[in-house]
C-alpha cells in the first residue's frame, strides 16, 4: 500500500469536519475524493499533507510507503512533500509567487531538495517545462506568473510538482477555476504525466464527470464522512447514496465534452 489512511479525524473550532475518513491508495492507482462543497475533501489532503490549519487537531492513521505520518515534525513533513509527495492546488494564480519567474519557481523544489545550482535548477526547469507541454520553454522560464494563461499556469504548478519524481501526486480541485476546454487538456496532462512518471494520484474535485475521465476508484464525502465507496464506473452506474445520486445528476447536467487529450 502506498497510502493508507484509517479512521481520520480533524477538528477545527469544535466541529469534526473531516469524521472517521478512511481509504487505501495502493502504488500507481488514480484515486477520486468526491463530494460537494464543504464535505472535508481538501482537509482530508491538508492533514495527509501535514498543512493544516492552525488550531486544527488530528487523530487516526495515516501510513506513507508503511510509515505513520501523523505526529512527524514540520521538517520532516516538508521533506516528504517537496520530494516524495507532489502537490497542485486548485486556483494556480495564487499558488505562484507574482513576483519570480516561472523558472525560478519551477527550479525551486529542486535547488531546495536536491541542491542544485541556480544554473542547473534552471536547466531542469526548462525540461519540465517541455515535458508539461509549455510552449517555447526556453523562453517562457524567463516570464512571471501574470503573463500566462490559467491553463499554463496550472501547466507551471504541474512542474512544480513533478520536479523531485514525487511518488504520489494529490491535485485538489486542480481544473475548477478553468474553463472547459482548457479543462479538459488540463485533465489529459495529469493522465499522460502519471501514467509515464507511475506515480499514484489522488484527485479531489466535486465534478463525478471529471473524477469519471481521470480516477478509477474513489470515495464520496459528505459532512466529513465516506458515505459511498468504489470503483468509480459503480459510483456512476449504480449510485446508492443520496449524495452520489446528486453528484451524478450534476455531472449529467453539464457540457462535458471529456474526449480532448493533452
Ligand atoms: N480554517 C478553517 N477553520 C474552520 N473551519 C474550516 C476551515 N477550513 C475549512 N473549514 C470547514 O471545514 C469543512 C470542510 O472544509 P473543506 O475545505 O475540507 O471542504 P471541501 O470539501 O474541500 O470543500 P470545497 O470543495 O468547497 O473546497 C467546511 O465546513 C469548512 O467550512
Known amino acids: 500500500m502506498s497510502l493508507d489512511v484509517q479512521d481520520l479525524v480533524v477538528t477545527l473550532g469544535g466541529r469534526r469536519v473531516v469524521d472517521g475518513v478512511s481509504f487505501s491508495v495502493p502504488a500507481g492507482a488514480r484515486f ?5 462543497s464543504g464535505s472535508g475533501k481538501s482537509l482530508t489532503a491538508l492533514a495527509i499533507l501535514g498543512l493544516l490549519p492552525d488550531g486544527a487537531s488530528v487523530s487516526g492513521s495515516i501510513r506513507w510507503q508503511g510509515e505513520e505520518l501523523l505526529g512527524r515534525d514540520d521538517r520532516e513533513l516538508a521533506r516528504i512533500r517537496g520530494r516524495e509527495i507532489g502537490i497542485v492546488f486548485q486556483e494556480p494564480r495564487t499558488a505562484l509567487n507574482p513576483i519570480r519567474t516561472i523558472g525560478r519557481q ?3 523544489p529542486l535547488r531546495i531538495h536536491e541542491g542544485l545550482s541556480k544554473r542547473e535548477a ?3 526547469a526548462i525540461e519540465l517545462a517541455a515535458r508539461v ?8 522560464v524567463r516570464r512571471y506568473p501574470h503573463q500566462l494563461s490559467g491553463g499554463q499556469r496550472q501547466r507551471v504548478a504541474a512542474a512544480i510538482a513533478l520536479a523531485c519524481g514525487p511518488s504520489l501526486l494529490i491535485a485538489d480541485e486542480p481544473t475548477t477555476a478553468l474553463d472547459v476546454t482548457i479543462q479538459s487538456e488540463i485533465l489529459g496532462l495529469f493522465e499522460r504525466l502519471v501514467s509515464e512518471t507511475g506515480a499514484s494520484l489522488v484527485f479531489i474535485t466535486h465534478d463525478l464527470a471529471v473524477l469519471s475521465r481521470i480516477a478509477s476508484d474513489a470515495v464520496v464525502l459528505a459532512q466529513g464522512k465516506v458515505v459511498e465507496a468504489g470503483p468509480v464506473a459503480q459510483l456512476l452506474s449504480t449510485p446508492v447514496s443520496p449524495v452520489t445520486q446528486r453528484l451524478l445528476a450534476a455531472a449529467k447536467t453539464m457540457s462535458w465534452k471529456g474526449e480532448d487529450d493533452d
Open 122 to 124: 534552471l536547466d531542469r
Open 106 to 108: 519551477i527550479g525551486e
Open 32 to 36: 477520486g475524493l468526491i463530494g460537494e
Open 133 to 140: 507541454r509549455l510552449p517555447d520553454p526556453e523562453r517562457i
